[in-house]
């Protein structure tokens, strides 16, 4: 019988600043852009709302909207997520309420369709489309996160911009770009975001960074000229902001949960060190040999995109997904690699022993396993006992847990994270 390294919990401490009263610091940004002058009452203004899991999001639509309505304006959201939710209107609902964006928590209406506007080209040709209730509006505030995305590299990556491009152009754009392969997203996306907030009504963009405990760092309201540059100088910060594992060899990193909730590709390439593009460098850390993605968030859907970055996974996961929603997305992105199904086995013990047989040349006992509820959320992980050693005197290492015998439940999973 195979035996299992002892696994000790830990909590990694990154040293960030957060904002407190996200409330008021939106009110101080609408400020900051002469919100005053942009919108007035009975206008109908659009909030874009992408698909991703980004910290106090209904907070922050919430706090948009009541400064919309504090100068007498309707606000309404419009689901900003390319192919997301299975290309249906339907679908992007239900990805908005799986992050807790509802009218209810928001106080206004969403308003869902895949209709789209063209609206311009840009200088290669691509047109360029902005979906059609946000195109009707008396206003846009285009709102995104930035963050290092997890395709490729460039000055400009996750954020307003791609917000106001493949979110706002919906399927069709995410269509006309991926075309393109990585070029597509990552040289040709900004012009196409530019042009969708030159030939519409955006007021201004609202960039959110958050730092490495997925808190909210900063929210900044940028007027519409000045965009890109200050997209670039935030992406800066955002990428010192950034969260890694402890650890940079790994023999087997098992993943809870994968889920578009967590990231465009299911797991967040820059913290697995696994990309899967093709003509796109693989980072060279961290270095993981195995990688088990045990289950698929409820707020997927059955979106399992991302399941190709893993090498084993398990029944529980494989009977979850909705082939329909993955391969719409996949093919969408043309990154058909992250869709692929791994070995399937029937539990987390499983998947683990069949990673440790594979690990050649290193006892089980003495195997660097790391694992973590999913990618987003990684101050809060297990640890082998060997990779403990290593961890446990650092300053910015709290032990939670003493190394103690691995333990699943009946079924062969392992307990849940909390």
């Not at 900003?80 to 249906?88: D, F, I, K, V």
């Not at 930035?146 to 996750?158: A, G, M």
């Not at 917000?163 to 012009?191: C, D, F, N, R």
């Not at 990673?355 to 101050?379: D, F």
């Amino acid at each position: 019988m195979m035996a299992f390294p002892k696994f000790a919990k830990i909590r990694q401490k990154f040293e960030a600043e957060s904002i407190k009263d996200i409330p008021a610091t939106i009110a101080e940004q609408f400020n900051h852009v002469q919100a005053d002058e942009k919108i007035k009452a009975g206008m109908e203004i659009a909030i874009t709302c992408g698909s991703r899991g980004i910290a106090n999001i209904p907070l922050i639509v919430k706090s948009v909207a009541d400064e919309i309505k504090k100068r007498g304006a309707t606000p309404f959201i419009i689901p900003a997520m390319g192919s997301h939710g299975g290309a249906t209107a339907e679908g992007q609902v239900e990805m908005l309420a799986g992050l807790g964006v509802t009218p209810e928590s928001t106080g206004c209406e969403i308003r869902s369709s895949m209709d789209v506007e063209e609206v311009g080209l840009t200088s290669d040709g691509i047109p360029v489309y902005v979906d059609k209730h946000a195109y009707n509006a008396d206003g846009i505030i285009v709102m995104g996160r930035v963050k290092p995305h997890t395709d490729f590299k460039n000055k400009v990556e996750s954020g307003v911009l791609k917000m106001a491009s493949i979110g706002m152009g919906k399927h069709k754009q995410a269509l006309a770009l991926h075309t393109y392969g990585v070029k597509g997203i990552s040289e040709m996306m900004p012009e196409v975001g530019k042009t969708a907030i030159k030939n519409s009504n955006t007021l201004f963009g609202v960039a959110i960074v958050e730092n490495a405990h997925e808190e909210t760092a900063i929210i900044e309201a940028i007027e519409p000229d000045d965009i890109e540059k200050r997209e670039r100088e935030l992406l800066k910060k955002a990428f010192k902001l950034m969260p890694s594992l402890p650890v940079d060899e790994i023999d087997i990193l098992v993943v809870d949960e994968i889920g578009k909730n967590y990231s465009g590709t299911g797991m967040d390439t820059n913290i697995i060190g696994r990309i899967r593009v093709l003509g796109v460098e693989e980072p060279k850390t961290p270095d993981i040999k195995y990688v088990i993605a045990s289950d698929v968030s409820e707020a997927s859907h059955g979106n399992a995109l991302g399941i190709g970055l893993a090498d084993l996974t398990t029944k529980r996961l494989f009977e979850k997904i909705d082939y329909q929603a993955m391969n719409e997305n996949v093919i969408t992105s043309t990154f058909l690699d992250r869709a692929k199904i791994p070995i399937i086995l029937d539990n987390d013990r499983e998947a683990l022993k069949a990673a440790l047989r594979a690990t050649w040349g290193v006892a089980s006992e003495e195997a660097r396993i790391v694992r973590i509820p999913n990618t987003l959320h990684i101050g809060d992980l297990y640890v082998s006992e060997v990779i403990f050693n290593e961890l446990k005197d650092k300053k910015n290492i709290e032990i939670l847990q003493e190394p103690k015998e691995m333990t699943f439940q009946a079924d062969g999973y392992f307990p849940p994270f909390s």
